[in-house]
């Protein structure tokens, strides 16, 4: 083998090697941030009666998933976590989503600082 298919191969298994091990790790992390925000929020395990496993948006390159609450069926929540500028904010972000009067405000709010959209559905 000459030096370039070698060179070639060493940067192959490299990148590979690099996005099989960050790829889970990113996934982790959007899923404990996730937890944290909802921890914020007050939200206990208890209240939570259904959430969808986490997604990947390959085009923005964020994670989300819905979650419905018991005590607030009418809303449904969507958590998203980015880790780049491309998805227009790095962290955690909530949006709402749901038949539930304009003038009533889902019962757990977004935090401090995050730019919440509330989508209503009439």
Known sequence: MNKKTILLGTILLILTSLYLYLTPYYKYQADSEIEKYMQKQGIS??????????????????????????DDPDVVYTYMYSRSYDAGKIGTH?????????NKKPKYPPLKNDSQETKYLE
């Open 94 to 102: 909530l949006e709402t989503f749901g038949t539930y009067d304009k």
């Open 45 to 70: 395990e208890d209240e939570i009666s259904k959430k969808t496993p986490l997604e990947k948006n390959w085009k923005y390159g964020w994670y989300s998933c819905t979650v419905s609450f018991s």
